[in-house]
Antibody
Framework: QLQLQESGPGLVKPSETLSLTCTVSGGSISNSNYYWAWIRQPPGKGLEWIGSIHYRGSTYSNPSLKSRVAISVDTSRNQFSLNLNLVTAADTAVYSC???????????????WGQGTLVTVSS | QSALTQPASVSGSPGQSITISCTGTSSNVGSYNFVSWYQQHPGKAPKVMIYEGSKRPSGVSNRFSGSKSGNTASLTISGLQAEDEADYYCCLYTGGSTSVLFGGGTKVTV
């Protein structure tokens, strides 16, 4: 059964870059039918899509974050990563990776999620 | 402020039915059929309950149903149970992963 696991620092200083990696296990990231996404949730608030990537490298980002977001994929390691630069306290959130069905049945559904990791922006 | 508007809270008694609305515009909800709904219990990852507006994934109770009319999508929970108490989010996918919008979330109290 496919699983996702986020990893990275839990504390980032203001103005620095938040870097997270999502490791895909139990299946291949190189599946044409799926995108791989990052979603965040500030404490006590709702979900916010950050962006998505296809294993072939095409990326899409939330317009509100686009200038600060970079998403990459490493098919050899079955991983994809998020870099968010110039962070502020407003970027404090639980960051989750998820699988997004891009084509076919269940198109548009985030069907598998990681457990999420809390990243705090503070000096 | 989310592009998709949901009521902040909805409550109901066990056995009753409730409906959560997700209102967008003719440019988003009104133009695309890829609306999904997620249930999130405290401290847990979201779980997809409805996809493509009205379809249920395998394993999801048939007490959950989805629909869409114009610019508004809806999630109905019938035969409300204590375990249904959670936060619910609507989500719109505009195809090709070009854009994803989440609603602000609705807290359901049983």
């Amino acid at each position: 059964q496919l699983q996702l696991q986020e990893s990275g620092p839990g504390l980032v200083k203001p103005s620095e870059t938040l870097s997270l990696t999502c490791t895909v296990s139990g299946g291949s990231i190189s599946n044409s039918n799926y995108y791989w996404a990052w979603i965040r949730q500030p404490p006590g608030k709702g979900l916010e899509w950050i962006g998505s990537i296809h294993y072939r490298g095409s990326t899409y980002s939330n317009p509100s974050l686009k200038s600060r977001v970079a998403i990459s994929v490493d098919t050899s390691r079955n991983q994809f990563s998020l870099n968010l630069n110039l962070v502020t306290a407003a970027d404090t959130a639980v960051y989750s990776c998820a699988r997004l069905k891009g084509y076919g049945d269940q198109e548009g559904a985030f069907d598998i999620w990681g457990q999420g990791t809390l990243v705090t922006v503070s000096s | 402020q989310s592009a998709l508007t949901q009521p902040a809270s909805v409550s109901g008694s066990p056995g009753q039915s409730i409906t959560i609305s997700c209102t967008g515009t003719s440019s988003n909800v009104g133009s695309y059929n890829f609306v999904s709904w997620y249930q999130q219990h405290p401290g847990k990852a979201p779980k997809v309950m409805i996809y493509e507006g009205s379809k249920r994934p395998s394993g999801v109770s048939n007490r959950f149903s989805g629909s869409k009319s114009g610019n508004t999508a809806s999630l109905t929970i019938s035969g409300l149970q204590a375990e249904d108490e959670a936060d619910y989010y609507c989500c719109l996918y505009t195809g090709g992963s070009t854009s994803v919008l989440f609603g602000g979330g609705t807290k359901v109290t049983v």
